[in-house]
């Protein structure tokens, strides 16, 4: 059985077309049928309106599907236009950081009396037991072992091992280095052994030297590796134990490890001495 819907529809479907056959009639012989053709024209009238209505809509409807295939279309590409835009605009920023980086660099290599190479960090150690970095500058280079390697902010560590293209250079921080430095304002004495958490310690400083959180510790030139005067990093803790000659100090290195990118190579002839170290 049909439904009450689908019957409405039949009978408008029929309506519509005798009215049409009406109207052709009326149409070829508007003489013999112009009283007779009031009566269709009156019923399939208002049909017509809304069938009018009803394409109007649907074309409406269907340009309005294309209008929004074509937005999207547009969208997708001005999201892959905003998407290269913003790679671009990265690199311009790391370029722009790089530029900085390099340009304090310069007013390093300007302050130093020796020659410097400049190597880009290509690979850190992930072994939890030594703290060293791979450059990118070797033999071919002019870096040899036991150079030492620095940075604007102070410095970085040594060179231990060399290879045509590649150098590894071992850290500051880490437990096996040894730095002789200097409090920079009162001169005490002492050597910088590295942390396994990042800091550093000044050992062997006498419990009657000059002191103070916050001061300043620089390279002192004495053994032969690091040229003197570099910063090291400043104090950050200081024990002085009632008994014992020596005051344990500990140190912040001006340096940002974690944050190694580029690094400047001071190519002095290392010392005679051989390079200890257990790597």
Known sequence: MFSKRAALIVLV???IAVSMIFLSITVRRPHKSLGAGRIP???IGPFQAA?????ISLRDIWKYYFFLISTEKENDRLKKELNRAVEIRNQCNEIRLSNL?????????KTETGEVIAAEVTGKDSSPWFKTVIIDKGLADGVERGMP???PEGIVGQVVNVSGRY????????INSAVDALVQRSRARGIIKGRSVGRCLFKYVLRKNDVKVGDTVVSSGLDGVYPKGLRIGHVTGIVRRSSGIFQEVTITPYVDFDKLEEVLV????PPDHEFVSKL
């Open 149 to 151: 390697v620095v940075v």
């Open 41 to 43: 024209v009156a019923i």
């Open 101 to 109: 980086r390099l340009r304090s660099f310069l007013n390093f290599k």
């Open 167 to 174: 150098s590894k250079v071992f850290l500051i921080i880490d």
């Open 266 to 269: 001071v190519l002095l002839k």
């Open 13 to 15: 479907v029929f309506l």
């Open 51 to 55: 069938a009018t209505r009803s394409i």
